[in-house]
């Protein structure tokens, strides 16, 4: 079957613009997370939704980014107002009970 | 914070050839995953192991874990070109939580044809 998509694979945008990232998890996955990635480094856990609800969202910077996933399958992460730092690969991924989180191909976010 | 972290940082092989990477964490885990990433883009879930097992393969992979130690290792067999890639060990159980990955910085593997 499909693998987790993200949308879109890239995206430029000016400081202080809004912006929204979406993923599509595998199929049955009721887990699914946002995590973000900086050059050189591990991915960094953003938030975690179990079905509808953000069960874990302590890995959100700050109040700029939010997260939705009002259906429990596409999930939305939404970051207001960004700033240069926000620039980095945006990961999402997905997981059965008890498996492995499979990840998406990412966003590169570019803030100018 | 990381918990994981990934030794070398760097390693480059000639294809045929095994290559090994180890893996050090903090606190204790339920899981332990290694994925693979190429071009700093998707990550590739390659094996899962368990805190109550200690070894697992899977193909040309074979991965070690020692709880007692804090450490895993993937071994990589009879290596090829396209196996070249950033490999990130990660682990749950930071805070007491199951699902929350934290990832090392990893290693970038060369494999030269």
């Known amino acids: 079957g499909a693998g987790v998509s993200q949308t879109p694979s890239n995206k430029v945008t000016e400081k202080g613009k809004y912006v929204e990232l979406r993923c599509d998890p595998i199929s049955g996955h009721t887990a699914l997370y946002w995590y973000r990635q900086s050059l050189g480094q591990g991915p960094e856990f953003l938030i975690y939704?179990?079905?509808?609800?953000?069960?874990?969202d302590s890995g959100l910077p700050n109040d700029r980014f939010f997260a939705v996933r009002p259906e429990g399958s596409v999930s939305t992460l939404k970051i207001q107002r960004t700033e240069r730092g926000d620039s980095a690969v945006y990961l999402c991924a997905s997981s059965s009970a008890g498996g492995g989180q499979f990840f998406g191909p990412g966003t590169r976010l570019t803030v100018l | 914070s990381q918990q994981g972290e990934e030794d070398p940082q760097a390693l480059s092989i000639q294809e045929g050839e095994n290559a090994t990477m180890n893996c050090s964490y903090k606190t204790s885990i339920n899981n332990l995953q290694w994925y693979r990433q190429n071009s700093g883009r998707g990550l590739v879930h390659l094996i899962l192991i368990r805190s109550n097992e200690r070894e697992k393969h899977s193909g040309r992979l074979r991965v070690t874990l020692d709880t007692s130690k804090k450490s895993s290792s993937l071994l990589i067999t009879a290596s090829r070109a396209a196996d070249t890639a950033s490999y990130f060990c990660a682990t749950d159980g930071e805070g007491g939580s199951n699902y929350k990955l934290t990832f090392g910085k990893g290693t970038l593997l060369t494999v030269n044809p």
């Open positions: 939704f179990q079905g509808t609800g953000a069960a874990d």
